[in-house]
């Protein structure tokens, strides 16, 4: 079964899994620890993304149950307790998020040998974007502006959170090191949290790399960093996070999941963040980018039409774009390297990933986005 159910990688799909599917026999077993009245029958669907595996779960009365497994070195019960406070919270804010099950013990996840699990109520309306890796586009403009405004719901929901930043976590959208007023010593205290990340980085000129490829931009960051409003995002905002519900007349944002990533970072960076995962598309060959700019002008003014944006945050989205994905770049450096064993794929997010994305906004085609972007949020 595993070889063919394959996975989101690097470069697009792969017939390979880096953690193994469900079976039903483990469905089961792990279902039994929770208040279901029912057993597993069957799974529905194995899904293809990549740092952990689920499942859609029929059980036999034909309900469904969407579970989720870790390998406890990446999200113990206490990382997956972090984010579970923050769906707790958005779902009393009236956001459309499903709520976490708790077992028959009443712990919100279970821990199974090496494995940690997790147990979801499916959401309602129709998963759009299932098959869609990030880093693709909406599929219109009418998608795109509704994104911005449930994202723009979802980070004035937050402002009440008060959870602080997650520690010692790999794959976060986080900004640690980008808040310090220098970009390599803010790198050189966050680097020993990400496991695996020192020993990676000890064979690759990553000071010199940084410098080059990433300090510019960290120079016109810093000048705005005192005006940050700290707030828990998201942390990886694209169609394929929501659920949706469409008709001749309307499209809505029917659910919002996947808090895998999200941290205290600011509304910006999390903007930032949904321009960077389905604006441009990264995965096409070579440096030249297809940008989608009607769909990221419709998810911006779609975001300023429930929460307006200051002059100094519109900079710092524009600031933040070449750097949202430097934490989590390196992050994956760490996790390809030292957790799955994976040199092919750490390379790729180092070189590609962390300093490709980067020496492409340093080139023309970034520079003109950057400029443009900074005009369309000047007239949002």
Known sequence: MSAAIGQFGVHGVEARRDWPPFTLSEAQTVLAHYPLNFEAEDIVWHGQRPFSATGLIQLHNGTKVFLKRHDHRLRNQAAIAEEHAFIQHLALQGMPVSRPFSTCTGTP?????????????????????????SWEP??????????????????????????????????????????????????EKWIPTQQGLRQALNKRMWKQDVSEALTPFHTLLVPLLPALQTFWGHGDWHGSNLFWTKNTQNTEIAGIFDFGMSDRTCPTFDLAVAIERSGIRWLDIGNKKKVFHDQIS???????????????????????????????????????????????????????????????????????????????????
């Not at 004035?156 to 959170?161: D, K």
Request: some cysteine.
């Open 298 to 380: 419709a998810l911006v003014r779609g975001y300023t039409r429930n929460r307006q944006l200051s002059d100094t945050e519109r900079a710092l989205v524009c600031a933040f774009l070449p750097l949202v994905h430097v934490e989590f770049a390196l992050s994956e450096v760490a996790y390809y390297e030292a957790l799955v064993q994976d040199p092919f794929s750490a390379e790729v997010a180092y070189e590609e990933y962390l300093l490709g994305h980067a020496r492409w906004f340093q080139a023309d085609e970034g520079r003109r986005l950057l400029a443009w972007l900074s005009d369309v949020l000047g007239a949002s």
């Open 109 to 133: 996840s279970l821990t199974i040998g090496e494995w940690v699990y997790e147990a979801f109520a499916p959401l309602k309306g129709l998963d759009t974007y299932r098959d869609t890796p």
């Open 138 to 187: 909406y599929q219109s403009t009418v998608d795109a502006g509704a994104a911005g405004e449930m994202l723009a719901r979802l980070h004035l929901s937050a402002a009440t959170f008060d959870a602080p930043r997650r520690k010692g976590r790999l794959l976060l959208s986080s900004m640690d090191a980008l808040t310090a007023p220098s970009l390599l010593g803010g790198l």
